[in-house]
């Protein structure tokens, strides 16, 4: 390889490493503007592809009838615009936020509109640049007489990387502020490289003075061709999102876990396009190599159903933890994919003008976004994941049977129907006979009451022997009714996440929970008799699923109960009404979006929603989260809500914080006086008022002793959903016996006597 074709591969591939940088950051900043749902992300993937498509199909306008002697100058320009955009990425989801917060109070039906209005503002000249830089990379590709399956390849294997370099290294590092000045940063480095590095001597002519020759054996009508890419970009994004929703419930609905899943895709795709020569030498029709890909996605969807039953959640060294996981989805995955992969550089190859090759980039990438709705809005719900992954093996494989010859690969043609027939008889009953993930936590045999796979996250509801219950979210046991099996310290705490702030209050008449789980928390809340009660959860079939749940006494029957299905965060943004109690429960505080419900904007947020003396009370899981993490949180916690103490529950050790709108909880005076609630009437409750004192731990100066040991968590550091990477090499420890040790020490140097706590 000459030296010049050197350098061009390392500007596509530091290219791609930006591009899926980029990518990640504008998915982030819309979960942060928008909340976090399946419709922001669809939305966010939507603007995304389709900018590239319009960017695509212009500059292939473009360049139709110009010469074009340096097209790395228009590759430099097309870069610099990525990274100068990219520097406004804050204000302009900034703004995106305002609008929507005046926009949904002023009418909430023109909230969809103001939506996709603010993001195609924010996102569209990067966008529009992403895609327009794939003709001017088939340009490239001549001039310097390279493959563009090779550069297609080197672009797709830097985004393998980028997407572990912000997960791992930019974010935990710099943030997503200094994360978006170091990606602009690559951007413009490579638009000076490519400004001032000389490019071979030779003219490219118009697309009506290029060469038209195309290799026959391997060559389709344009019509064919089109039919391939979009069927392929179709099927890629289908199978994402079905097989993803497998491996997060192995794994976990982390950050870090779906960066691995998403780069060992893309490592699979760009492999497949580097080998494009060698599968046009070995294959004569890419109608065999459809009909494999569709075989290999038959086969491996039975492994993909199973993978929860031998993956590993737990190590020592986070590290290996995710090599592992990296190892396994590039195993699982990786061939089927990697066959699909092919298709669309081997078309591209075989096009020589930047028009053909715009309005196939074009169409894959609008196929795309298709397949990514189709899949989750459609074919998920209807049919579950394996079967979504058999259709889209079905449809791949007949559409390669279709395009072979008739008396070609008569084997591979009947290896289509057996491999089908393998996949039913090894289907693993996901979704009604088991869920997928919940075998991990070895409660025994399990009955599934119900399962619902939405277009965000899969929901189920399981029951042991003795009738204990668990609701399940992408494998994760996320609350659960008590039983043998289940023991009483899974819901005790969720009851006292209500109780709490309701009994600490004079006269609670509005109050607030954000996430639903089982229903405890809010029923609890219910018993304190508050005028209204509104519940907000982002996933609306667990309001569905609360009838499983006795525990909850039908509280979404009362005509006080409110249920709302909306992102907590976007709530808290978007309403108007002042609650004399907001208690919350997300989901553990490392997965993917719910730093959006730790973080100190948040909290801002949530003391504007409180009445003067109102309470608000946050879940702190000491057996989930770090020392630090721990530590953290209670000091974003108590930077807004200075007079916040911290509650153990007895039953659980669970920590509760707690704190106050207007700062004055002075919890010696508040105990001394006795609890407001205690004197409300007759209210069942599970601890004695004196239990309940006993029961907190720390005040507000013991509290910010503790909390001295982490830092405040942001928005912008994301800390929770992104701290893995400075702690890749570290071994983990027992994260409740390291939180309690902590807290011993605190309350033994404590010098405040008397208290009863």
């Excluded at 700062?663 to 209210?683: E, F, M, N, Q, V």
Aim: with cysteine; hydrophobic share 50%; net charge neutral.
């Amino acid at each position: 390889m000459k030296y010049t074709s050197v350098t061009l591969y390392v500007l596509i591939l530091c290219s791609g490493i930006a591009a899926l940088s980029w990518e990640a950051i504008w998915q982030l900043k819309s979960s942060l503007a928008l909340g976090v749902s399946a419709w922001g992300t669809a939305l966010t993937i939507s603007v995304t592809m389709g900018g590239m498509c319009i960017g695509a199909l212009l500059m292939g306008r473009a360049l139709k009838d110009i010469k074009v002697s340096r097209p790395l100058r228009i590759y430099a320009v097309i870069e610099l615009l990525v990274g100068l955009a990219g520097l406004n990425v804050g204000f302009l989801f900034g703004f995106v936020e305002n609008i929507d917060t005046w926009v949904y109070a002023y009418s909430p039906r023109f909230a969809t509109l103001a939506h996709i209005t603010g993001i195609a503002l924010s996102l569209g000249v990067p966008t529009l640049c992403l895609g327009a830089s794939l003709p001017v990379i088939g340009l490239l590709s001549k001039q310097f007489r390279t493959s563009l399956a090779y550069l297609y390849a080197v672009n797709t294997l830097g985004a393998a990387s980028g997407v572990m370099i912000v997960a791992f290294v930019l974010i935990p590092l710099l943030g997503v502020s200094g994360s978006v000045q170091c990606v602009a940063a690559l951007n413009i480095m490579v638009a000076l490289i490519a400004w001032f590095y000389p490019s071979p001597a030779q003219e490219l002519g118009s697309e009506a003075d290029q060469s038209a020759a195309i290799n026959s054996t391997n060559m389709l009508s344009f019509r064919m061709s089109v039919f391939v890419v979009m069927l392929t970009g179709f099927i890629t994004f289908v199978l994402e999102v079905a097989w993803f929703r497998a491996l997060t419930a192995a794994f976990m609905s982390t950050s870090e876990a779906f960066a691995v899943m998403l780069s060992s895709t893309l490592l699979a795709l760009g492999i497949g396009a580097w080998l494009v020569p060698i599968f046009k030498r070995i294959f004569s029709s890419i109608g065999t190599v459809l009909l494999i890909s569709g075989i290999l996605i038959l086969i491996a969807t039975p492994i993909v159903e199973r993978v929860d039953l031998f993956v590993d959640t737990k190590s020592d060294m986070p590290l290996w933890l995710f090599v592992q996981w990296y190892a396994l989805c590039t195993y699982v995955i990786g061939l089927p994919v990697l066959f699909i992969g092919v298709a669309l550089p081997w078309i591209l190859e075989s096009q020589h003008r930047p028009k053909e090759w715009s309005r196939l980039y074009a169409l894959n990438a609008f196929a795309g976004v298709v397949g990514a709705i189709c899949s989750a809005w459609i074919f998920l719900p209807l049919l579950g994941f394996a079967k979504t992954a058999w259709l889209a093996g079905g449809l791949i494989g007949v559409a390669g049977v279709v395009i072979i010859p008739c008396s070609k690969s008569l084997f591979l043609k009947l290896a289509l129907p057996c491999a089908f027939a393998f996949a039913l008889c090894l289907e693993s009953g996901a979704g009604h006979m088991r869920v997928l993930g919940e075998s991990k936590y070895g409660f025994g045999e399990a009955t599934v009451l119900a399962s619902y796979e939405g277009p965000d996250v899969t929901t189920s509801v399981v029951q042991y022997k003795d009738k204990s219950k668990i609701l399940i979210v992408d494998g994760f046991v996320a609350t659960a009714q008590a039983g043998e099996y289940v023991g009483q310290h899974f819901e005790h705490y969720m009851q006292w996440m209500g109780h709490l702030p309701m009994a600490m209050h004079d006269a609670p008449k509005q109050a607030l929970v954000i996430c639903m789980g089982t229903g405890q928390t809010a029923n609890a809340v219910r018993l304190e008799n508050p005028d209204n009660l509104d519940v907000v959860d982002i996933n609306k079939n667990i309001f569905k699923m609360a009838h499983h749940f006795e525990s909850n006494n039908a509280v979404l029957q009362d005509p006080r109960v409110r249920s709302i299905v909306m992102d907590g965060r976007a709530y808290m943004r978007r309403t108007r009404k002042i609650y004399d109690v907001i208690t919350l429960e997300p989901m553990p505080p490392n997965f993917a979006g719910v730093n959006a419900l730790y973080s100190k904007e948040f909290y801002v947020m949530a003391k504007q929603k409180l009445s003067a003396q109102g309470y608000i009370a946050q879940w702190l899981p000491f057996h989930l989260v770090s020392v630090e993490y721990g530590a953290s949180i209670a000091r974003t916690f108590q930077d807004v809500f200075p007079d916040a103490v911290l509650w153990i529950d007895p039953q659980s050790t669970t920590g509760i914080l707690l704190g106050s709108a207007d700062g004055g909880l002075d919890l010696d005076a508040k105990l001394s006086g006795g609890i407001p609630g205690y004197g409300r009437g007759d209210i069942q409750r599970t601890l004695t008022e004196e239990q309940l004192a006993n029961a907190f731990l720390l005040n507000a100066q013991e509290l910010a002793q503790y909390a001295s040991e982490g830092k405040v968590i942001t928005d912008d550091n994301q800390m929770l959903s992104y701290g893995v990477g400075p702690r890749m090499f570290r071994k983990t420890i027992d994260r409740n016996q390291q939180n309690y040790d902590l807290l011993e020490q605190v309350k033994q140097t404590s010098n405040r006597t008397g208290s009863g706590l």
